[in-house]
């Protein structure tokens, strides 16, 4: 309730201009109630309107959000309110929820986790590219250091190389620090209508593009094949980053994108999902990082918030990418994590088994 009504005061808007609710929420477990969906109806204003829950693992608070901006872009609705919290933190082992992505027969006796599966990514990573685990400890150092300038991250404080590099292994080259937090927390957003954004706000945050692109859950299964896919590469999401720059007219990312809020729950994402979204060229973006190309003054600032690595509650965290992508472009960021001439803020969604990519461009112009 008080992300929305926070994300209602921002808008200059109350419940009563609100005609439809969109619902935030992945695995039921982590709250401990069955369908939490139905207990929160009333927190969240449904009671009374159209309300949907939707659920696609880490990628569940953008892919609301989208189901949010098509409920208004189809003409049905002209205001909706996307909403969602999460316990992950409240939770007694939310990694023995995570392990039930695998299946039971296939993966799971293999003693597949959602920690060894970006093990797995950055092993890969290492052999084709000579990735480092110092350049991967570069991406928590920037994180923690950008998330000290944000008021509701989870992680912050200013870490070395070395401090993450003598953090406990959880699987060989993942370490305690190259790896998200279990978080609590809610996040909201409010889409409306082209007429109803130019009378309520004098710079609003304009969806250019939302694509979301779906892959199998057998990890196995996600290297080679037709498609000649790496499992070193994010290159499920770099089909929904062509989709988006495609709706969005955007021919060159690195030129005209600023910003970029990523889920990448460890290290290695971030180094893989830079490069599938055309930032740098593939094996490239361990040096950039090292160069200072993403940090908050270099050529695009990804995770000016912290991003994952700094909060992550699991069923609003990429909505929350969102909520700090619109920040972003409407230049309301807060004192110190503001990117300066942001035009175009990238937000992103990755979820399950590295399974459900999402993507969402916001821009300054409509």
């Known amino acids: 309730m008080q992300a929305a009504m926070a994300a209602l005061d921002d808008a200059g808007m ?28 009333d927190a969240v204003g449904g009671r009374g309107r159209p309300f949907m829950r939707i659920h696609t ?29 999460d316990k992950v933190r409240e939770c007694r082992d939310s990694q023995q929820v995570l392990n039930t992505i695998w299946d039971p027969l296939f993966e799971r006796q293999f003693g597949l986790t959602t920690i060894t599966m970006a093990a797995f990514q950055a092993v890969r990573h290492m052999q084709i590219y000579g990735t480092r685990e110092e350049r991967m400890a570069l991406v928590a150092v920037r994180s923690r250091g950008n998330a000290l300038n944000n008021p509701v991250a989870h992680l912050k404080g200013r870490i070395t190389v070395d401090d993450v590099m003598a953090s406990p292994y959880l699987c060989w080259p993942i370490k305690k620090y190259d790896t998200c937090p279990s978080s609590a927390g809610g996040a909201a957003v409010v889409i409306v209508s082209e007429e109803k954004a130019r009378k309520r706000c004098t710079r609003p945050a304009w969806i250019k593009a939302c694509s979301e692109v779906a892959n199998t859950v057998f990890l196995g299964d996600q290297m080679g094949g037709m498609a000649q896919m790496d499992f070193a590469d994010s290159d499920i999401l770099a089909m929904a980053a062509e989709e988006a720059y495609r709706q969005a007219g955007i021919r060159n990312p690195r030129r005209e994108i600023q910003t970029a809020e990523l889920y990448a729950p460890f290290t290695i994402c971030e180094l893989s999902m830079v490069e599938a979204l055309g930032f740098c060229r593939k094996g490239e973006s361990g040096r950039l990082n090292e160069e200072g190309f993403f940090s908050m003054d270099g050529g695009i600032a990804v995770n000016p918030s912290g991003g994952t690595l700094c909060a992550n509650a699991i069923a609003i965290t990429a909505l929350a990418r969102v909520c700090d992508g619109a920040l972003q472009v409407m230049g309301k960021a807060p004192s110190g994590m503001q990117v300066r001439n942001v035009r175009h803020a990238v937000c992103t969604g990755e979820g399950g088994s590295f399974q459900f990519h999402a993507v969402m461009i916001l821009g300054d112009d409509d």
């Open 14 to 41: 109350t419940m009563e201009d609100i005609e439809a609710v969109v619902y935030s929420m992945a695995p039921s477990e982590f709250l401990g109630v069955n369908e939490p969906d139905r207990w929160c109806v």
């Open 57 to 85: 693992g880490g990628a569940t608070g953008i892919s609301a959000a989208h189901a949010g901006f098509y409920h208004v872009a189809s003409g049905l609705f002209d205001s909706v309110l996307v909403v969602g919290a």
